[in-house]
């Protein structure tokens, strides 16, 4: 079964030369890395960084680096016009980027509302892209046992018409940035919550998490059922801790 290694660079400055040097280093000495078939490697990250990381592995010798694929961190929910500082999917096509990230937090935060991250999910899907639409709730939410029918909402919100998630990551808000990953109790009961949800509407498509995933905790997170791979911020940064993320996680 495939799994998916995701990283997100947000608004973080990466010195592209290290991160290759660093992801090499590891590649050069783990026999064992992950073949492209069995691990797939994705990088969302600013449309100026691309521009100079698409030519990085253009002309990268190595076969694993050529394989990564580049991704955006977000679109725009219309087409074309006077929308100041937004991207939009036809852009991001032309470009040669294969998909972007919906419905991160961090954009809910800055008023993705449910109908907006649906309305980008369909602009990507007009252009033949790929999502990874990104769901989780609140320590409120998780408290006050809610978590349930917050998932739900999320996710009856987005499949609609002709638009599902392509690659579904579950990132409780509690658990980005702040170096507390969730516990395996919570991400399974996360799982089944979103598998029934899935079943129901006859969705196939690949559960990641992500929340504080590392190089300490990823065998951990890889072996919870239904986890077919991470969303990975902080610890992506670096390149030589993506690639030992990357070469754990076929378990
Ligand atoms: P961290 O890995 O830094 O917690 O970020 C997770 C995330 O938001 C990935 O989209």
Not at 71 to 82: I, L, T
């Amino acid at each position: 079964l495939m799994k998916y290694l995701v990283a997100n660079w947000k608004m973080n400055s990466v010195d592209l030369d290290l991160w290759e040097k660093n992801f090499l280093k590891v590649i050069g000495s783990e026999k064992d890395f992950p073949k492209s078939h069995e691990v797939k490697l994705i990088i969302c990250l600013n449309l100026y960084d691309y521009q100079l990381f698409s030519k990085k592995i253009q002309s990268s010798k190595n076969q694993i680096f050529q394989n990564i694929i580049l991704y955006a961190q977000d679109v725009s929910r219309y087409k074309e016009g006077a929308h100041t500082g937004q991207i939009s999917s036809h852009y991001l096509k032309n470009i040669g980027l294969e998909g972007s990230i919906v419905g991160h937090s961090e954009l809910r935060e800055n008023g993705d509302t449910e109908n907006i991250v649906f309305q980008k999910g369909l602009k990507l899907k007009e252009q033949g892209l790929s999502n990874i639409f990104c769901i989780g709730e609140d320590l409120v939410t998780l408290e006050s046992n809610e978590k349930k029918s917050f998932l739900l909402n999320q996710l009856k919100a987005f499949c609609k018409k002709d638009v599902k998630p392509d690659l579904l990551a579950y990132e409780p808000i509690w658990a980005i940035g702040t170096g507390i990953e969730a516990d395996s109790e919570n991400i399974k009961s996360s799982v089944s919550i979103i598998n029934d949800f899935l079943e129901q509407k006859k969705i196939n498509t690949s559960i990641l998490y992500g929340g504080s995933v590392s190089v300490e905790n990823i065998l951990e997170i890889i072996a919870i059922p239904g986890i077919e791979g991470c969303l990975v911020g902080n610890s992506s940064l670096d390149g030589e801790q993506f690639a030992i993320i990357a070469s754990k996680i076929t378990g």
